[in-house]
C-alpha cells in the first residue's frame, strides 16, 4: 500500500492556514477534511529537531507509523504531521500512541 502524500507548497500551506491544529507532546497535527474517501499525509521536521541523520530517523518512525495504522484511523483528511523537538527521545510506541490519540480526538 502506498502512502498518498502532500507534496506541493501550496498544499501545505492550504492545510496550515486552514486546517485544526491538535497540539501533542511530541507532534502537532494539522487536519483537514475532505470530500475524498483516502488520506493525503505531509510530514515536516524542522531543523531544530537535530542533524540530518536524527530528522531523517524521525521521518522514517513517522512515515511507518503511518503506514501501519493508516487503515485504523479516519479517513477523508489531509493532515500534516510536524515533529516537535522532544521526538528524538521518545520511544517508538510513545510516539504511535500520542499520534493514533491526536488523530482519533
Not at 531523517?56 to 504531521?81: A, F, H, M, P
Request: glycine share 4%; net charge positive; charged share 30%.
Amino acid at each position: 500500500m502506498t502512502i498518498q502524500k502532500l507534496k506541493k507548497s501550496n498544499e501545505f500551506r492550504h492545510v496550515f492556514s486552514t486546517g485544526n491544529r491538535k497540539i501533542g507532546r511530541y507532534v502537532i497535527l494539522y487536519m483537514l477534511p475532505l470530500k475524498q474517501d483516502n488520506n493525503r499525509v505531509g510530514i515536516v521536521t524542522k531543523k531544530n529537531i537535530g542533524n540530518a541523520v536524527q530528522r531523517n530517523k524521525v521521518k522514517r518512525i513517522l512515515r511507518e507509523i503511518w503506514r501501519t495504522r493508516c487503515n485504523q484511523l479516519i479517513s477523508g483528511y489531509d493532515i500534516i504531521i510536524l515533529a516537535r523537538k522532544k521526538i528524538v527521545q521518545a520511544r517508538y510506541n510513545e510516539i504511535e500512541a500520542e499520534l493514533v490519540k491526536l488523530i482519533q480526538s
